[in-house]
């Protein structure tokens, strides 16, 4: 039981590249979630999944796009890249009847240049 | 929506004192309130929580109150030591509603010095 792992753990960017996050979990959670940390202004959530084939914007989600066409994964994308999007991106997964609780990932580091 | 305000933003305290990290947020509909801990480079973790038909819950050195009416809750840690040393987040969200999403407060640093 992996929990919630993320792919890949590191990137660096030029600003105007597209890359694409990978998140998947192996609890069986109905809901996922894509956050950015950055220093001094904890999580913030960017897009999030109540279910497979459903996806509804956060806090902050100019910029991304997500999918999710499994239930077990979660992808958060980057259509071009901007300097300010260098951060650290936290997947969490929570389950139906529990769901509160949040389960994250490692982190992936993303350096926009 | 909601906002959660955390303070302090920074907290040192010496090995075996205590430490009180405070939260308030603004949803009066918010009644799910977990705390989590990330180590330097780690992910969050949860560490304890509360529902809002609990004023306070233990769990060994670490405990959270709830004041429902004030809309704040606190963690509070006894007899710290080194490993406590990390940034810890507090959160409030709705019990079954809103998809589980939570509001984070801007995280404390704590630091136990030996």
């Known amino acids: 039981n992996a929990g919630v792992t993320q792919t890949p753990k590191f990137r660096v960017l030029k600003t105007g590249q597209s890359m694409t996050l990978l998140c998947a979990q192996d609890?069986?959670?109905?809901?996922m979630y894509w956050y950015r940390q950055d220093p001094g202004m904890g999580l913030r959530l960017i897009h999030y999944?109540?279910?497979?084939?459903?996806?509804a914007k956060g806090e902050v989600p100019d910029g991304y796009n997500v999918s999710r066409l499994k239930k077990q994964n979660f992808l958060l994308g980057l259509e071009s890249a901007a300097p300010s999007q260098t951060s650290v991106y936290f997947c969490?997964?929570?389950?139906?009847?529990?769901?509160?609780?949040?389960?994250f990932g490692p982190g992936t580091r993303l350096l926009v240049l | 929506g909601e906002n959660v305000e955390q303070h302090p933003s920074t907290l040192s305290v010496q090995e075996g004192d205590s430490a009180v990290i405070k939260c308030t947020y603004s949803?009066?509909?918010?009644?799910?309130f977990p705390w989590y801990k990330q180590e330097l480079g780690k992910r969050p973790q949860l560490i304890i929580d509360?529902?809002?038909?609990?004023g306070e819950k233990k769990d060994q050195r670490i405990a959270v109150t709830l004041n429902k009416t004030a809309k704040h809750f606190s963690l509070h840690i006894t007899e710290t030591q080194p490993e406590d040393s990390a940034v810890y987040f507090c959160?409030?969200?709705?019990?079954?509603?809103?998809?589980?999403?939570?509001?984070f407060g801007d995280g404390t640093t704590l630091t136990v010095k030996p």
């Open positions: 969490a997964s929570s389950s139906l009847t529990g769901r509160e609780t949040q389960y």
């Open positions: 609890m069986n959670h109905e809901y």
């Open positions: 999944s109540v279910g497979e084939g459903t996806t």
């Open positions: 949803d009066s509909a918010s009644n799910y």
């Open positions: 509360i529902r809002s038909n609990v």
């Open positions: 959160a409030a969200s709705g019990y079954n509603t809103n998809a589980g999403k939570s509001t």
